[in-house]
């Protein structure tokens, strides 16, 4: 849902800053939609490629029916798979934008150079968005603790039963822990979870934003954003 609103919200501007007549036009769409509650249950155990199979079949098997309808490309609007994006991947004939590089291509941008990672569990536990931001020189922070990751993780399912205990506030808190204070280099938290920007609702369309001098980057929209663009680059919109 928040990908699709902000992709028609990104398309609506682009047309009332060109000439255009009717409704303004928007990239046109085929969408699977995944059971989460099935996908949860596929997940398999850090370090055991083979007990990821299924979680990776359910996602490689969404990517061929888009690819037999005929996409010019596809992503994958979560994070949580994109720890398994290589082998997700494999034999899908198609372009996939991968969340981790386009997030990393902002941090190039806005010259971030440390990166605080919070997300679901195997996001936090995974070292393959770190390592993706590595190959662009960034760091990527991991919570250390089993507990800071239970804190993060119940911040998720709380935000996605719509309530705010302070979430913003928590955040903010982990962020002072886990990212260097009074440095020249430039620092940010990266909610690489859909849910986590909800902490923050003024600032829901915002691929990055500042709060009380901390930098976010909402994941959703960096990737949002980054297949819009493609779209109009190639001239499939």
């Given at each position: ?76 609007a979560s994070n949580t798979p994109h720890n398994r994006f290589n082998r997700i991947v494999e034999g899908i004939g198609i372009p ?142």
């Amino acid at each position: 849902m928040e990908y699709y609103r902000a992709i028609c919200e990104m398309s609506h501007q682009y047309s009332c800053e060109r000439t255009s007549t009717g409704p303004p036009p928007i990239p046109e769409m085929t969408i699977e939609s995944l059971n989460i509650n099935h996908s949860v249950n596929l997940r398999g155990q850090p370090g055991n490629n083979d007990s990821w199979l299924r979680f990776e079949s359910y996602f490689r098997n969404a990517l061929k029916r888009l690819e037999a309808s005929d996409i010019d490309f596809a992503i994958i609007a979560s994070n949580t798979p994109h720890n398994r994006f290589n082998r997700i991947v494999e034999g899908i004939g198609i372009p996939v934008l991968n969340i981790f590089e386009e997030v990393a291509k902002v941090c190039v941008k806005k010259n971030i150079v440390n990166t605080l990672i919070l997300g679901t569990e195997p996001t936090m536990t995974s070292h393959v968005f770190p390592g993706v931001l590595g190959k662009h020189g960034i760091l990527g922070i991991l919570p250390e603790t089993g507990q800071d990751q239970n804190k993060v993780i119940s911040l998720i399912d709380e935000l996605q039963a719509a309530k705010d205990n302070k979430a913003a506030e928590q955040i903010q808190s982990l962020s002072e822990k886990y990212l260097p204070v009074n440095s020249e280099e430039s620092s940010a938290v990266c909610l690489s979870c859909t849910e986590l920007p909800l902490a923050f609702p003024e600032y829901l369309s915002s691929p990055t934003f500042e709060v009380d001098g901390l930098s976010y980057l909402n994941t959703t929209i960096i990737h949002a954003k980054a297949a819009f663009e493609y779209a109009i680059s190639s001239d499939v919109a």
